[in-house]
């Protein structure tokens, strides 16, 4: 045996079995009602369970010991498991799952395991269903490091550098980390929600007192993996106000005068992590793994066993014995499992296509995540939208954006589903509010049946209560309401709103007193300015001007382009206004002076519906004006853009005639705003037939 005596601190950890917890539960409703038949950490991201990309991150890491904590479906988390390769005698770990039925919150699951005596040294805490091509080897190397100068730390966090707008960030919830530059140690910690807007944030003084260095960071994207001191399992168990590991136990401890624990941050700045917060980061991360982002944990790497992806040119991935008729069309971003059979005609662009599908002619998907068994029979359209295993789409069914089509819904014939729409085999129920009994165990099942909010039907029992209307005569599925859904004042259900799948948040028609941030007046992106906020309007304007190039050379669609603008403008409390001052001059550069009047109106056409979704009033539209008129007294070459460009807006319906008359009676656009040349151009443009605006050139 090898000496002891003289074995450092830092090397008996090292020997002690690397050890790693798994969180399979979220305790949110993000899925549902897809969670209702199947726990989110074996929900398919391309294919592949959630849990499988957790635990190949881990493998890669070394560790030796993984306890998956469970409460929903823990039978079929364990059965998986015990079924998969590692269950095997190759596996580079023993996987023990922890079963807490009474757990209501990770603060709950965390005092059990704490309880059960079983973490021996510095763990990994990660969530099951994280994405990450990290080499957590190098985080634990640094947090060892830090720990033997800093016998305070319990915890480091993994966050990823990422802008503020990165489409991996949930827009429902973000964070606020507040660090010394020097050291990485987290100082303070604030969740930050899309609503209600956080316009102020308060800290100790004692911080700046202590820290020369400190940095305010919103361009993180939390990994969700955390290494874990085993102090950390007691302090949960010490404080039951710890519910959520992040809003309660990070921001507790760091504002504790009493406990002296400190917490880092470990920034990785060329890796990929991300985590399935909800449908949109879903969406998001599932196209970063068929684009690659994720390499090498992409389907071709065929991580569970029997895949057979090969990757092929486009984007595209395929399994062995998927069949394939000569007229279907895949476009880029297409992976198809084994078994599926496709017909003539079928068009499928940006779409994950699960095993043993059968797809009939005419058909077209976009964007769309189809999982296993489905059925699609001819003449239908999927867009944006989830169909979970054994879904049957009768004949002529249009599914359109944001649908959730659970476990066993069948739909049709000729039926066009609304945008946005829930359908589960399990009939929801909302009667459950009188539990007063006086029998404790019936009690607590009441209770557990109100928080499901859920009561099921079996599936061979007739049910007379189908919506035929909704999903056709030979239908069957419940439509699935949210419970925040009726209460569209409530913040919280419009955080989750906004990550729905799909979701277009040119919809949400924020106002700017809404969207812009109590210092800065109404307006003031031209003529005023106050403290750091040009600077912080100069930093949006870029990224607002690289996100309307990148429109343009990828061409996107209007509705992905606004998407992006807007999370650009809330993620940065700015206006709508401040959005179009970059928005419009960006669209009129892409118009070709040497072909003015056919290039204007190409452009126009194709990207005016663009600055469209920027105005929500006639007081916008005249603004709208006036940023057209001042870029077009740049130049004498501009100036001959103003009136075409003018006629086109309004042909397409962005300006409309009100808006144009209360831009040409105001003083400003004599000269006020740009040259008085340009409103004299248009004076002889703008003229009346009875009540209807003529414009001509």
């Given at each position: ?620 539209q005249t603004d709208a004006l006036f940023t057209l008129q001042k870029y077009c007294a740049k130049t004498d ?61």
């Open positions: 045996m090898a000496p002891t005596t003289k074995s450092t601190g830092k090397n008996i950890e090292a020997e002690t079995a690397l050890q790693a917890v798994v969180l399979a539960d979220s305790f949110n409703e993000r899925f549902r009602p897809i969670t209702l038949d199947m726990p989110r950490c074996l929900l398919p991201l391309c294919n592949t369970p959630l849990i499988e990309y957790t635990l190949e991150c881990l493998a890669v890491a070394g560790v030796q010991e993984v306890y998956i904590l469970c409460r929903a479906h823990s039978e079929k988390i364990k059965n998986y498991i015990s079924t998969s390769k590692w269950n095997r005698s190759h596996s580079p770990f023993k996987i023990i799952p922890i079963v807490t039925p009474e757990a209501r919150s990770i603060g709950d699951v965390l005092r059990e395991l704490d309880a059960k005596q079983l973490i021996s040294s510095d763990f990994i805490l990660i969530s099951g269903d994280v994405v990450s091509n990290i080499h957590l080897d190098k985080v634990l190397d640094a947090h060892r490091t830090r720990k033997n100068i800093d016998k305070n730390l319990i915890m480091t966090m993994v966050v990823k550098e990422a802008s503020p707008f990165h489409r991996t960030r949930s827009l429902g919830e973000s964070s606020i980390f507040v660090l010394d530059g020097k050291t990485q140690e987290c100082v303070h910690y604030e969740s930050a929600e899309l609503y209600p807007h956080k316009r102020n944030m308060i800290m100790d003084m004692e911080v700046f007192e202590k820290h020369s260095n400190v940095q305010i960071r919103n361009d993180f994207v939390d990994c969700q993996i955390d290494i874990c001191s085993i102090e950390v399992l007691a302090l949960f168990t010490e404080n039951f106000d710890y519910q959520d590991i992040r809003k309660d136990f990070v921001y507790g401890i760091l504002t504790s005068d009493l406990l002296g624990k400190t917490i880092y941050c470990h920034i990785v700045k060329d890796a990929y992590a991300a985590r399935v917060r909800d449908l949109q980061t879903y969406d998001a991360i599932s196209k970063d793994v068929l684009s690659r982002w994720t390499y090498p944990i992409v389907p071709d790497s065929n991580l569970q066993e029997g895949d057979s992806y090969e990757y092929m040119r486009g984007q595209i991935y395929k399994e062995q014995n998927v069949s394939l008729s000569r007229s279907c069309v895949l476009g880029e971003k297409v992976i198809i499992g084994s078994g599926t059979e496709i017909a003539e005609n079928v068009k499928i662009t940006n779409s994950v296509i699960g095993r043993r599908v059968n797809i009939g002619p005419n058909v077209k998907i976009d964007g769309a995540y189809i999982w296993d068994n489905v059925t699609i029979n001819a003449n239908c359209s999927i867009s944006r939208s989830i169909l979970a295993n054994n879904v049957v789409l009768e004949e002529n069914v249009i599914v359109n954006k944001g649908c959730l089509l659970s476990y066993n819904v069948i739909i049709g014939p000729k039926i066009t589903l609304p945008s946005y729409t829930k359908l589960t085999r399990h009939k929801q129920n909302l009667d459950y509010d009188d539990y007063d009994t006086k029998d404790k165990e019936d009690k607590e099942i009441n209770q557990l049946l109100h928080a499901q909010n859920i009561k099921l039907v079996k599936d061979n029992q007739k049910d007379d209560s189908y919506d035929i209307k909704l999903i056709g005569e030979n239908g069957k599925g419940h439509i699935w309401n949210d419970e925040t859904s009726d209460v569209e004042d409530d913040d919280e259900a419009k955080n989750i709103k906004v990550t729905t799948l799909a979701y277009d948040l040119s919809n949400l028609s924020f106002t700017d007193d809404e969207s812009t941030a109590s210092v800065i007046s109404e307006g003031s992106s031209d003529e005023e300015s106050d403290s750091d906020e040009p600077s912080n309007l100069e930093i949006f304007s870029k990224e607002v001007a690289q996100t309307v190039e990148r429109a343009f050379s990828e061409g996107h669609t209007i509705e992905i382009a606004s998407l992006e603008l807007n999370t650009l403008r809330m993620a940065s409390n700015t206006s709508f206004r401040d959005t179009r001052i970059v928005v419009i001059p960006s669209i009129l550069n892409q118009i070709n002076t040497d072909k003015l009047l056919a290039s204007t109106k190409d452009v126009l056409t194709r990207w005016g519906p663009l600055i469209g979704k920027l105005v929500h009033s006639k007081d916008d070459i501009n100036s001959k853009i103003f009136a075409p460009s003018l006629r086109t807006l309004y042909e397409i319906d962005v300006i409309e005639e009100d808006a144009i008359l209360e831009w040409y009676y105001d003083e400003r656009s004599k000269g006020g705003v740009g040259k008085p040349e340009i409103y004299s151009k248009i004076h002889d443009v703008v003229y009346f037939d009875s009540t209807l605006l003529i414009l001509a050139l």
